[in-house]
């Protein structure tokens, strides 16, 4: 039994549980935002941000995201090209923390959020535990998806040495910023309730078929 049969919701900002009056614009009693049962637009909201995420993914991987110069040389490189230079320039540490962030965590985001939202609308054979761990791994993976940014700033920053040694940032790493900043979003827009209405409507439909070969 879910909370909404219950007449209960919560508040989406300071999630205080509310009862449910059909047929009225209800607000928190405590914070005042507009209570709503599910977000508004859920699926089709995420599915917007997903899609223009894999879109600028795009770029963000064919555009060079920084320059590693060395002795007064030194070529554009790409995520990719990236993690090679800094492999060669023995800072394999960094390279790793660039592959995972860069390349693994915005893979797996995309992916992540498809198969939930494709799951969810499609009523696909994928148990309601499967879909909650995989939302909330992907929402703890969230925190981190800005890190490689932030190694890229710190470098841009210390690494400066005229002509031994600079690194500079390339527009590959504004498209990016893009990327992490939508998918983000979309594990921000996505209502992890609609996990538990679709398994919830599953069974339903499970003990109607159930009840109806009982009949026969």
């Not at 797996?108 to 939302?135: E, N």
């Amino acid at each position: 039994m879910r909370a909404l049969d219950a007449g209960i919701i919560v508040c989406d900002e300071c999630h205080k549980l509310e009862y449910l009056r059909e047929g009225e614009v209800q607000h928190c009693s405590r914070c005042g935002s507009r209570l709503h049962a599910r977000r508004p637009n859920s699926i089709v909201r995420t599915w917007a941000l997903l899609i223009t995420a894999a879109i600028l993914y795009i770029p963000a991987n064919l555009l060079p995201i920084m320059t590693i110069s060395s002795l007064g040389r030194g070529m554009p490189s790409t995520i990719m090209g990236g993690v090679l230079e800094l492999i060669h320039a023995e800072m394999l540490p960094v390279a790793m923390v660039v592959f995972i962030a860069s390349i693994l965590v915005p893979t797996f985001k995309l992916v992540g959020i498809a198969i939930l939202l494709y799951s969810v609308q499609r009523h696909q054979p994928m148990s309601a535990k499967q879909r909650i761990l995989m939302y909330r791994f992907i929402e703890w993976i969230g925190r981190w998806s800005m890190l490689d940014i932030f190694v890229i700033a710190i470098l841009v920053s210390l690494i400066n040495f005229g002509n031994l040694a600079t690194i500079s940032a390339g527009p590959g790493a504004a498209a990016f910023a893009s990327v992490v900043i939508l998918t983000m979003l979309a594990a921000v827009t996505f209502d992890p309730r609609l996990i538990w209405d679709n398994t919830f409507e599953e069974q339903s439909a499970d003990e109607g078929n159930t009840g109806e070969a009982v009949g026969r």
